[in-house]
């Protein structure tokens, strides 16, 4: 049964940082693709950060180019999410995402919140 937990998350000042992780279990971590993606109030859920194949490319969203970094430690089945300079509008709940690479099946952890508040 595939699990994602997510951890990390916090209030934080504008222009401070966080890195979130995501602790994945139940399924071969090295043939799914990982990805972040958040939501935020009143808003639809939106692609932050992914890697187009396992351990490969990575993907942002423009918002976040710069400032976001994804990286995964396979030994670890975890995923992080490092945010530098984080602004007011990056406050979300943020989810990781698995997919395994042969279907478009996709798997969800609960989430964990991020605001960004002075």
């Known amino acids: 049964q595939v699990q994602l937990v997510e951890s990390g998350g916090g209030l934080v000042q504008p222009g401070g940082s966080l890195t979130l992780s995501c602790a994945a279990s139940g399924f071969t971590f090295g043939n799914y693709y990982m990805s972040w993606y958040r939501q935020a109030p009143g808003k639809e859920r939106e692609l932050v950060a992914s890697e187009r194949r396992p351990g490969g490319v990575t993907n942002y969203a423009d918002s976040v180019k710069g400032r976001f970094t994804i990286s995964r430690d396979n030994a670890k089945s975890t995923i992080y999410l490092q945010m530098n300079s984080l602004k007011l509008e990056d406050t979300a709940v943020y989810y990781c995402?698995?997919?395994?690479?042969?279907?478009?099946?996709?798997?969800w952890g609960k989430g964990t919140l991020v605001t960004v508040s002075s």
């Open positions: 995402n698995a997919r395994p690479v042969w279907a478009a099946i996709d798997y």
